[in-house]
């Protein structure tokens, strides 16, 4: 055994920056050097030793002396530990790319500690460096004295191992930070998401750490160590990416990782100036801090810059830390994105006639895309969320220039940004469909359609009229939100909750709690939507103030957070219902609260006196708030409405009526329903019977039998649970099961659809709009994408299927489609000729007497399934 002063194949974490921040914690045991053990030099069983020299593309990357065991047998490697009694990492540094191919168990004392199999790698032999791997194995206990035996059982792969590192135990950072609630759900992904983000830290002996296949590229001669970060990528790539990093900067701030994010942020900040950089700064740094080998050059997204912007002047609204806005890497990030890199972007200023000005940022030629939709069918060089960061960025940097006793430039800067949003209100808005536009083209010309993160976004940083344009656009967003991936779906909780849409909210946190994807920024955005989005704070750390507004559902009365950091401040907040809040400050300077909440009521009483509430307006929404200092020690509580919580049942829903009758579903719509506080969904009701919830004002009754009466009523209830009355009632009678009688096949339920791009939809085309073919409208039918399949059993109950098929109107260039009809495995119908938008509308009308299965097929023609949306336009069914 040798004990050297460098940890070699282990990493300690550095915190060089100029900022006053916590650091990672100490070790509390063993304080000794790392302990590195060449294995070639252990007692050895079955083991022989092998030198190589890892190239890559002819450079040497890594010397190695391996300790080489025998394929389809059992080898060990043993040695007597003689270091510091403590908690130890064990890192074991060896080469394998078969599956499962060598099986490793490390014990002490023969007493089992840990055990793990090599995993796929993708190197050519044992002779690529990318098959060098390291497994950790964490808090080991070891005192002089102890055994320590490493055993490889060949399952056919030759083991090979280089060194063994045995290092102080440190683990992750921890957090203070606490929630409780009666809910279960939110306490259980609460707590994930707490857990699984401290451990996404680069700390030292993180087991998810020295995985990267090409791991000696992610260091370089001024990057030697790894820096403060936390994982902003694929959990398979050891790096962070800017838009990632911005998304979870909120969380990491809620969990104490102020240090990692700044280290992060400026980092990128100091890309901008570099050599052809122009502003931009890189996508990804590896752990190390380098420019990570992958995306770091040419991944150019147009939100990314102004991002990153609005997010890096947000940590200063959490701590107050005047390094956000002062430090000078910082600083000339933000002036130069406002300065040059706007004008490259060709944005042009009139502040004395601001008719003339261009205020819209354009994605320049080689940059990637102009919107964080990576996929656009279009090639836009604005989008609406670019637009929107672009708007958040500048509001942020008129709040920096006044924190920097600018007054004057701050105005001239906040006003530009009002102008930004008064020119999307005026120029971005759909009149014909009813929605604003996610992207134009050099051309000028508007998208409206779905387009994913382009569509969304663009409310999450605020664009929009506040009123009734966004509320319909919001439930264009909520019809079209379940075909986006994991990404782009960890927004939706905050965005929801920012327009006190608190069911739809808590609906899309619940499942990014419940589902507990690996990927980085649900860990963070499970604790980060609770504190933004549920609990409503809103830090003013430089001002010493905090505003809050609760957003509960009746699914959770109550909630409380504890050891919220706001600026030097440690908050304890309890929201119960929407009308009761608490907030004690349990340690540090006074901080002034907002208590606000939604609506108008006539008093807000504050620890047990009544006081005349002001209003303001968020997000479009009337808030009534208190200010009250908070001092440290004390608690205030805020309360409105009744003693007992809000007890006012929202207005009873009207204009209930019925519409496309079959034998065994029918379409209701209503009115929406007023509360004082807010109306959170509707309940549908059959007579007595509940027969389903729904947040809007429309609904699906499906499962109905045929030719039988039926009476709808539907009842509003709000955040407190409490439950209007029930609006008209309307009777329908289904329509009858026998021959003859048609059924929509968007009304019955599919045993598969799948599609190479988008979602398949019922009533509406792949991008969300109506289905539309050379002009006509459909109500009825299915929209699609080439290569897409439908599957439907239909046990021989069918005679005939009947459609109109085309390529969407929603395109108009570039799309091939054949499509193709299929009974039981045999093919009925292919299109004579591939179909393009120019296509005449073709009718179908297929014997499909006796088939059980009948699929839908839409190919590509063969030439690449680009703006491929095909439909199948009131499809049906004739027993």
């Known amino acids: 055994m040798r004990r050297l002063a460098c940890a070699l194949s282990a990493v300690l974490v550095s915190t060089g920056t100029a900022m006053s921040l916590p650091v990672a914690p100490a070790a509390t045991e063993s304080t000794a050097d790392p302990y590195v053990i060449e294995v070639e030099n252990m007692s050895l069983t079955n083991f022989a030793t092998d030198t190589v020299n890892h190239t890559w593309n002819g450079t040497s990357v890594d010397h190695v002396t391996y300790a ?26 060896y080469n394998g790319k078969t599956a499962s191919g060598v099986t490793y168990k490390i014990s002490v004392n023969s007493t089992p500690v840990d055990s793990w199999a090599t995993s796929q790698r993708y190197g050519r032999d044992y002779t690529d460096p990318v098959n060098i791997d390291t497994r950790t194995s964490s808090k080991v206990a070891l005192k002089a004295g102890d055994t320590l035996e490493l055993t490889a059982t060949s399952a056919g792969e030759v083991p090979r191992v280089d060194r063994i590192t045995i290092q102080a135990h440190i683990g992750p950072p921890t957090s203070s930070l606490t929630l409780d609630s009666p809910n279960a759900t939110l306490n259980d992904g609460f707590t994930w998401g707490k857990n699984r983000a401290l451990a996404m830290t680069f700390h030292p002996g993180n087991p998810m750490m020295g995985h990267e296949p090409e791991w000696w590229r992610l260091k370089n001669s001024t990057h030697t160590t790894v820096v403060p970060g936390y994982w902003g990528s694929y959990t398979n790539r050891e790096a962070f990416y800017n838009r990632d990093i911005s998304h979870q900067s909120d969380g990491a701030h809620a969990l104490g990782l102020d240090a990692e994010t700044y280290n992060m942020m400026r980092t990128f900040a100091g890309d901008a100036d570099d050599p052809g950089q122009n502003g931009w700064p890189l996508w990804a740094h590896s752990s190390y801090g380098a420019m990570y080998y992958i995306d770091g050059t040419g991944f150019r997204e147009l939100p990314s810059p102004f991002n990153l912007m609005t997010k890096a002047y947000k940590q200063y609204q959490w701590t107050g830390n005047a390094d956000w806005i002062n430090d000078p890497t910082l600083s000339a990030y933000y002036d130069s994105t406002m300065g040059s890199f706007l004008d490259s972007h060709e944005v042009r200023w009139n502040d004395a006639s601001p008719s003339g000005e261009q205020p819209v940022s354009r994605k320049q030629p080689g940059e990637y895309t102009a919107t964080f939709f990576e996929f656009p069918n279009e090639n836009l060089v604005s989008a609406a969320d670019s637009l929107g960061y672009q708007y958040q960025s500048m509001l942020a940097y008129a709040e920096i220039l006044k924190a920097k006793g600018d007054n004057t430039a701050g105005a001239k800067w906040a006003n530009r940004a009002q102008r930004v949003r008064d020119h999307f209100e005026a120029n971005w808005w759909d009149a014909t469909n009813n929605r604003y536009l996610r992207g134009k083209d050099a051309a000028g010309t508007g998208y409206s359609s779905w387009g994913h993160e382009a569509s969304f976004l663009m409310m999450l940083t605020g664009l929009g009229d506040h009123g009734p344009r966004t509320s319909g656009y919001l439930d264009f967003i909520a019809a079209n939100d379940d075909d986006l991936n994991v990404e782009a779906t960890s927004y939706l909780p905050e965005m929801y909750y920012q327009y006190n849409r608190s069911s739809e909210g808590w609906s899309w946190l619940k499942k990014l709690m419940t589902g507990k994807n690996a990927y980085p920024e649900v860990s963070f955005l499970a604790v980060s939507s609770v504190i933004d989005g549920m609990m409503g704070v809103q830090p003013d750390a430089p001002h010493d103030k905090v505003a809050t507004v609760s957003r509960l559902t009746s699914e959770t009365p109550w909630v409380e957070i504890d050891h919220l950091k706001v600026g030097d401040s440690d908050l304890k907040l309890k929201h119960t219902g929407t009308t009761g809040s608490t907030l004690t400050n349990n340690s540090g300077s006074t901080v002034t609260w907002e208590a606000q909440f939604y609506g108008t009521p006539a008093t807000i009483t504050v620890n047990g006196t009544a006081r005349t509430p002001q209003t303001t307006s968020l997000y479009g929404k009337t808030v009534s708030y208190v200010t009250v200092p908070v001092t440290a020690g004390t608690s205030v509580t805020a309360t409105t409405g009744a003693a007992g919580g809000d007890t006012t049942p929202p207005t009873a829903p009207t204009a209930l009526a019925s519409s496309n009758v079959t034998s065994s579903s029918v379409d209701l719509t209503w009115t929406a329903s007023t509360d004082d506080v807010g109306v959170t969904g509707y309940r549908i009701y059959d007579g007595t019977t509940l027969v389903g919830t729904s947040t809007g004002t429309r609904f699906t009754a499906t499962g109905l039998s045929a030719s039988t009466p039926y009476t709808f009523t539907v009842k509003a209830i709000d955040a407190a649970d409490n439950v209007s009355g029930a609006g008209n009632s309307v009777s329908v009678t289904t329509a009858a099961g026998g021959n003859g009688e048609t059924a929509d096949l968007s009304d019955l339920s599919w045993s598969e659809a799948r599609s190479d791009f988008g979602t398949v939809r019922k009533d509406r085309s792949v991008d969300g709009n109506p289905l539309k073919l050379n002009g006509t409208t459909y109500t009825k039918g299915i929209g699609t994408h080439a290569n897409g399949t439908i599957t439907y059993t239909l046990d021989g109950a069918y005679t005939r ?79």
């Open 801 to 879: 299927f009947q459609s109109d098929i085309g390529v969407d109107d929603e395109v108009n260039a570039n799309a091939t489609v054949t499509f193709e009809v299929w009974g039981d495995g045999t093919r009925l119908y292919q299109s004579p000729t591939p179909m393009t938008p120019a296509t005449a509308t073709r009718t179908l009308d297929i014997d499909i007497t006796g088939v059980n299965s009948l699929t839908l097929k839409v190919t590509d023609a063969g030439d690449g399934i680009n703006s491929d949306h095909a439909d199948w336009a009131g499809a049906r069914l004739v027993r």
């Open 68 to 93: 080489r065991g025998a394929s389809g047998q059992t080898s060990t490697a043993r040695t007597t530990f003689d270091g510091i009694a403590g908690t130890y990492d064990i890192i074991t540094r």
